[in-house]
């Protein structure tokens, strides 16, 4: 059926798509093609600096991450598509992080996994199609395959990689979510965009550990989202003072982004703080049994780190916290916890507080 489309009226339906996608709840929708050589010896150079730590399955799929027609068979055109997360009733970011009692959460985090729902709206945008123009070749990703989501926004024009190696609009800043419909249909490609970050250095200037070690270099073995949630060890001990009260993800850099001064915000309930994630108290989370993590975060993405992590990071945070009986208390109580992990942290947090 897609051969049997002309150059008008694919790019009447492209109208139509952007049309549907709004009506999804996307802010956007754009299209490329499947040629990512660059993106793919960006990957490699980044790859070979070792720059990924643990994260092998950044490698493991070989060229199917930067060659779509070798993920999906038939692959010509991938649609990219923007969901704004920003929770614009939430607590104060910044409140938040300079308040040591108080744990930092990823704004993305705080409310149920966008995974699901992104993935539902994508095949129902791809139903759309197929009702209009008949049967097609497709598959939907949302971050949930090898699949080189930024690049391909960013060839799209759905904004451009800045320093901070996050997609950029001008529009609405960083704060969204990307997803993807890989298709055998022949539409025509949406115009890329110049990227606006200019001689501005602020996401690198504040990056807490230093990570971003050149513009649009992230190196993630320092980066505080891959210390809390890829990472599934021990934390380097010379990187545990720089990561403050943050025990799920960093938002360091998209906060300081000029651009994200227009950032809009979700129009999704689902996106919106649960359980108090926006300012919760380090004590009290740290506090929680494994059967309250688990109830308390069914639907969270945060419940993908697991319990022995969550324990990690929320002791690292608390031995940054300003010393108090009850933050020696809440570490002493998790002494002899089971996991050798956790009492390494534990044991670490403790002595900051012991010595100061």
Known sequence: MSEQLTASESRRLLDRMQRWARSLGFQALGVSDIDLHDAEQKLHSWLAKGFHGEMAFMHKHGEKRTRPDLL???TVRVISVRMDYWPGEAAEPWQVINDGDKAFISRYALGRDYHKLMRK???RLAA?????????????FTDSAPVMEKAIAEKAGLGWIGK????????????????????????????????????????MDICPTQAIVAPYQLDARRCISYLTIELRGSIPESLRPMMGNRIYGCDDCQLVCPWNKYAQATVESDYLPREGLDAPQ?????????????????????RRIG?????????VALGNAGT?????????????????????????????????
């Open 72 to 74: 999906v068979a038939g």
């Open 121 to 123: 709206r994508l095949a």
């Open 128 to 140: 759309k199609m197929e009702k209009e123009i008949g049967p097609m070749g497709f598959r939907v």
């Open 164 to 203: 901070h190696t996050n997609v950029l609009s001008r529009d609405a800043g960083s704060y969204f979510f990307l997803g993807e419909i890989y298709t055998d249909l022949p539409l025509p490609v949406t115009d890329a965009i110049t990227a606006h970050c200019g001689s501005c250095t602020a996401c």
């Open 282 to 302: 380090l004590i009290d989370l740290f506090n929680w049994t494994e059967q309250e993590f688990l109830q308390k975060l069914e639907g969270s993405p945060i």
């Open 307 to 315: 319990y022995e992590c969550w324990l990690r990071n929320i002791a």
């Open 324 to 356: 108090s009986q009850a933050v020696i208390a809440a570490l002493q109580q998790k002494q002899a916890y089971p996991s050798d992990l956790v009492r390494e942290h534990v044991d670490w947090a403790l002595q900051q507080h012991l010595l100061s």
